[in-house]
């Protein structure tokens, strides 16, 4: 598995939960952790309503399982 980006990563999940039906509005880099002198800044997951909330549960649980909830 090649090592990206912080924000490589946060475009490849952004696709990968619209794949899904999924939009989480806040997600990007943590600008605090981006300015600092670690390689990797941290991933804001942010604020989501309910809706997406238990959508991305389904989605999840359906993973676990097995299952393809998408």
Known sequence: ???LST???VVRLR???KGVGI?????G???VSGASDEP????L??????RTATRLAAV???????????
């Open 1 to 3: 598995m090649e090592l």
């Open 7 to 9: 924000e490589e990563i």
């Open 15 to 17: 696709a990968a939960l």
């Open 23 to 27: 939009a989480l509005p806040s997600l």
């Open 29 to 31: 880099v943590d600008p």
């Open 40 to 43: 990797f800044a941290l991933v």
């Open 45 to 50: 997951l942010g604020r989501c309503n309910v």
């Open 60 to 70: 999840l649980e359906g993973l676990a399982s097995g299952g393809d909830e998408t």
